[in-house]
Structure formats: C-alpha cells, structure tokens
C-alpha cells in the first residue's frame, strides 16, 4: 500500500520505451522499475525517510543499472542546494598509504553518488583563505583532513557549513568527528610477532613527523615491550626522515655500535628497504641474521627482495568508513561526535622475519 503511494504522487508514466542512442533519465528508470520519478529519485539519493518495500528499492536499482543511469549532477544540485561533491585534503601526496585510503574514500563516494577531489596543503601553512576557496570556490559539502593537523583550518572550515571527519588524525581541541586506525595496537601486534620469534634487541626506526600519529605508534611500542616482558632490555628508538636512504645510515650506525639488535620494526616500506640496504652492506642475511617488520602493509611488500613482513592496516576501510560517515553527517544522519577506532588485520608474514640466530 505504501509503495502505491509514491506511485500516485506523479501522473501515470508515458510508456515511451528508451532509446538506446541516448543517456536514460529518471523517467526511463522510473518507467522500467514502475514507480514513480520521485521514488527513484530519493530511493537511488539513499534518502533515510523513504517508506518503501526492500524489493521496490532493489528493483529500482537493478533498473538503474540495466539503463547505466547516472543521475544529473547539476539537476540534484539545484534541487538540495549540493554539489554532491567531497574533498580529501591532504599535506602530501607521495606517502605509499594515501592510494589505499583514497581508494576506500573514493569507493564510498561513488557508492553514495557523490564525487570528490583532492587538495594539497603543507601541514600548519594553510593559506588563510583556503577554507572559504576549497568550501565556496570548489562548492564542497564535507571535507576529509588526512595527515593535517591544522585546529584553524578545521574551524575555518565549520565556520563556513561545512561538515568535516579527521581521517586517522584527532585534534586535542577538536570535539568533531574523525575515523582512526589503532596505531597503538599495530605497533604492539609487531613487537609480539619478533619477541615469539626470540628477539630480545629491537630497534625502532620512526619518522619524524606532525601530528600525533608518531606518539601513538611510540606508545604502542612500548606497551607491546611491556607485554612482551623485554621493558627491561636495552631498546632503540630513532626518529628519522621516512626515506630508505635515512633509514640506511641510522641502521648502519645502531648494527655497528655497541649495542646491535637482531630485529627493526620500520615505519614503512621505504625505511624498512633502507634497513635491509644497510645489512647487506654489512653482509648481514635478511632474516638469518637480522629480521626487519613493517608497520604499513602495500602491494609493493610483496615485490621486494626479501618480501617484507608487515603489520596490515585496514587503510581502505579508514578511506571508506570515513567518507560514509562525512556523507552521513551531509545527509543529515548526525550522531555523537567521537573516534571510530578500527583495529589492525594482523601481521602478514613473510621472508623479512625468522628466529633469533644462534649465538
């Protein structure tokens, strides 16, 4: 019954078949679904007030998709006063993690019918009209901040209507929304995997950047020491540039001192290429001598020579779910402003880690 109410609230359907030759409308959907153009409309906008049966929305959308209906941006933007538009704002483009990210974000996006660009700004050096250029000139509804730690930028932003989700990043000062990986934990998950291994000397390397991101992978760090009972050793911790050519002289440096360690967790794949570069000046074997984690899994851990052993972090999921959410929050579906903390996949093992040689 509630169906045929949408379907009485247009005139009956012209039965005008749709033409091959030209993009399908709202019509051709509403047409081929029988149900209303209204109906489409906000079934396909995911619109959370719409009553109708879950096999109506289903059989509106296999319609849409048997049609390859896109819906008209600049109609949809009239209408609701959108632009079905999101940006992903970032301080650098060339780290190896933001593809996964922006994959998942970008996903989200597409699924929810939105587009979404990106924009680079150096952490702490937004130009101070850049929250009115990004929100007015580009007509976004939300903004991603990834990798920016930038309390005014984020004001600047809300101040101008805009909706705004930290993507694996928290502001002290900041009650808003953000989405966050358990860095803590995927810190801990590899000092456990080299202590089962019989690693008591590890050293590790960490980058020196902004934000907090590099205190929490600190502190998990010395939490896994503490589960693992090695608190009391002698540990290496070393803030560096994330370069594999840093990474190779502080590694060079900690394997020729007085206190060399068996194992490195690195905090990506270019320190980590860095650490193995080092040992295999020293002839040093990978893992027979010396076992090397990473904190960041790529698809490129499995190019290298040896494959790298790695923490695996649900870094599409951090894209997508944050999205949803700064989607959720544009559509009007608003909810307690707190972290959404998505815990680690686990460790991938591969040839980088082994036993503690034999003394």
């Not at 296999?62 to 999101?86: I, Q, V």
């Not at 970032?90 to 593809?99: A, M, N, Q, R």
């Not at 209507?161 to 900041?174: I, S, Y």
């Amino acid at each position: 019954m509630h169906d045929q109410c949408h379907q009485q609230d247009e005139k009956t359907l012209q039965s005008k078949p749709h033409s091959i030759n030209s993009p399908a409308t709202l019509a051709d959907v509403a047409r081929r679904a029988e149900v209303a153009k209204s109906t489409v409309s906000r079934a396909l906008s995911n619109d959370p007030n719409l009553n109708i049966r879950e096999e109506t929305r289903l059989r509106i959308k296999a319609a849409a998709a048997e049609l390859s209906y896109m819906p008209n941006p600049n109609a949809r933007s009239l209408r609701l006063s959108r632009s079905w538009t999101l940006a992903f704002v970032v301080s650098e483009l060339d780290d190896p993690d933001f593809g996964q990210i922006i994959e998942g974000a970008h996903r989200a996006a597409v699924e929810h019918n939105y587009s979404m660009l990106i924009a680079q700004v150096e952490d702490g050096k937004a130009p101070h009209d850049f929250g009115r250029r990004i929100v007015v000139g580009s007509r976004v509804d939300g903004v991603l901040l990834g990798t920016v730690q930038d309390a005014k930028l984020v004001g600047d932003l809300a101040s101008l209507g805009a909706r705004v989700v930290m993507v694996d990043r928290e502001l002290a000062a900041d009650k808003g929304h953000s989405v966050v990986v358990d860095n803590e934990a995927g810190t801990a998950l590899a000092v456990a995997h080299l202590a089962a291994l019989g690693h008591r000397r590890i050293a590790y390397l960490s980058a020196h950047v902004t934000g907090d991101l590099a205190d929490r992978r600190r502190s998990g760090f010395l939490a896994g020491l503490s589960e693992a009972a090695l608190d009391d050793t002698v540990q290496t911790i070393r803030d560096i540039p994330p370069s594999a050519h840093d990474a190779e002289a502080v590694t060079l440096e900690i394997l020729t001192g007085p206190n060399p360690v068996t194992a490195f967790i690195a905090w990506n794949l270019p320190i980590a290429a860095g650490i193995i570069r080092a040992a295999n000046r020293l002839n040093l074997k990978v893992p027979q001598d010396v076992s090397v984690i990473s904190l960041n899994d790529t698809r490129a851990a499995d190019m290298m020579t040896p494959s790298i052993t790695a923490v695996h972090l649900p870094l599409f999921r951090l894209g997508w779910s944050a999205a949803t959410t700064l989607i959720d929050l544009i559509e009007g579906r608003n909810f307690e402003p707190k972290p959404v903390v998505l815990r680690p996949d686990g460790v991938i093992t591969r040839e980088s880690t082994g036993p503690v040689a034999r003394a």
